[in-house]
């Protein structure tokens, strides 16, 4: 049996941490990878990424299955789970690494995002300042954040940030 056609995007909307444990939970979603994109350095540890100073996002490669998981769903998870009205920051993780971004891997994903946020712009007082831009370089983040939830559930950023945010996506979406 061929394997099913998959796609690839990548979001940035916080912490990655939290951007994973939502998505991970997604039938379609086929696989994640947390890492940094939208920047200028190469190959940049985390800790220079929390500096602020690379350009870099702290973001979620996604590779999905479109019949299973189409990118209008994954564009409302996405705006569903942050604030895309709050520039460089998310809730009390502050800074450029957390922006709002989408780095799309090909025209129509482009297209799409794009219709999609003017389309959903009315929900908000405020305008919307998610970034949309074609990925460049993508660099995986170090083993240790990669299910970071999963693994560390009783840790407080994941009781206290990421687990009221999964349980309201969970709620959301029937999950």
Not at 12 to 41: H, I, L, N, Q
Not at 134 to 162: R, T, W
Request: glycine residues 8%; aromatic residues 12%; negative net charge.
């Amino acid at each position: 049996m061929p394997k099913p056609k998959t796609e690839t995007i990548v979001f940035g909307g916080g912490c990655f941490w939290c951007t994973e444990a939502v998505f991970s939970m997604f039938d379609g979603v086929v696989r994640t990878t947390p890492g940094y994109s939208g920047g200028t350095k190469k190959n940049p540890t985390y800790e220079e990424v929390c500096s602020g100073t690379t350009g870099h996002a702290e973001v979620l490669e996604i590779e999905y299955n479109p019949a299973i998981a189409p990118l209008e769903k994954l564009l409302d998870v996405f705006f569903s789970m942050h604030d895309p009205t709050s520039l460089n920051r998310q809730e009390a993780d502050v800074g450029s690494q957390y922006r709002s971004i989408i780095l799309c891997t090909s025209d129509s994903q482009r297209d799409e995002a794009e219709k999609f946020i003017v389309r959903i712009q009315e929900r908000y007082e405020k305008p919307i300042v998610t970034e949309v831009k074609m990925l460049g370089a993508f660099y995986p983040s170090e083993d240790y954040h990669k299910d970071y939830y999963k693994s560390n559930p009783l840790q407080p950023y994941c009781m206290l940030v990421i687990g009221p945010k999964v349980q309201k996506i969970r709620k959301k979406y029937g999950i």
